[in-house]
């Protein structure tokens, strides 16, 4: 099955966009559709941007190709993302991303909850906590 490509200006983004973790409870399309989110707010992704195909992503992850089609799906019902016959999905262009940093900052708070919450049982200084997370976040 021959696929399109994009238009020019149109950028294709990558099959590694996502990862995924499963040693997590959180469903793995749900971390496909909030990942996509994070990336708006954070503009890495921009309208108009042409997704992976549902095989491609499956592929890359891993992952069972209806996991990934309920995250499309999901998306598209939120209206970030497009179906474009023949050519897939794109970024919606009403899909915009949020450069005001509480906004961005209100998107890590979940998952730093669980973070906060797993140190608490574990009974962790918060100053350890916060210098394995500087270490993380600067790649190290």
Do not use: C, W
């Not at 983004?13 to 971390?31: C, K």
């Not at 209206?79 to 509480?102: C, H, N, P, Y």
């Amino acid at each position: 099955m021959h696929t399109m490509s994009p238009p020019e200006n149109q950028r294709q983004l990558s099959p590694d966009l996502f990862q995924v973790n499963t040693g997590t409870s959180e469903p793995i399309y749900r971390q496909l559709i909030e990942q996509l989110r994070r990336l708006l707010a954070g503009r890495q992704v921009a309208a108009g941007d042409a997704m992976p195909s549902v095989r491609e992503v499956a592929s890359a992850l891993g992952v069972n190709p209806m996991t990934v089609s309920k995250a499309y799906s999901m998306l598209e019902a939120e209206g970030l993302l497009v179906r474009r016959r023949g050519l897939g999905m794109e970024v919606a262009s009403q899909a915009q991303g949020s450069s005001d940093l509480e906004s961005r900052l209100e998107l890590l708070r979940p998952g730093l909850e669980r973070i906060a919450l797993e140190a608490r049982q574990l009974e962790l200084e918060p100053r350890a906590v916060i210098t394995l997370l500087t270490s993380i976040l600067k790649g190290k």
